[in-house]
């Protein structure tokens, strides 16, 4: 499954799956302008790593905490 097939398959989710995406990958797919999310080439476009999230882990949607913001942790 690619970029484009998680990320959407996340977004079309009923709202009581507990199906997340990394962190990561929302955050290269939400900075896309909004016409360009529904681009597979586009999508898919983005460095690999930023794809490399394991899922539970830096989630978004999961509701866990990242240490990676300074100290600080953020809710993703």
């Known amino acids: 499954m690619d ?12 709202a009581e799956s507990p199906l997340t995406i990394p962190a990561d990958l929302h955050r ?3 900075e896309l302008a909004p016409e360009d999310r529904l681009d ?5 476009q983005e460095p690999p790593d930023a794809f490399s999230g394991i899922q539970g882990e830096g989630c978004f949607g999961c509701g866990q ?3 990676d ?3 600080a ?4």
């Open 3 to 14: 970029a484009f097939d998680r990320f959407w398959q996340w977004a079309n989710k009923p």
């Open 28 to 30: 290269a797919v939400m």
């Open 40 to 44: 597979r080439s586009a999508v898919n």
């Open 65 to 67: 905490r990242r240490q």
């Open 69 to 71: 913001t300074g100290g």
């Open 73 to 76: 942790g953020a809710t993703v």
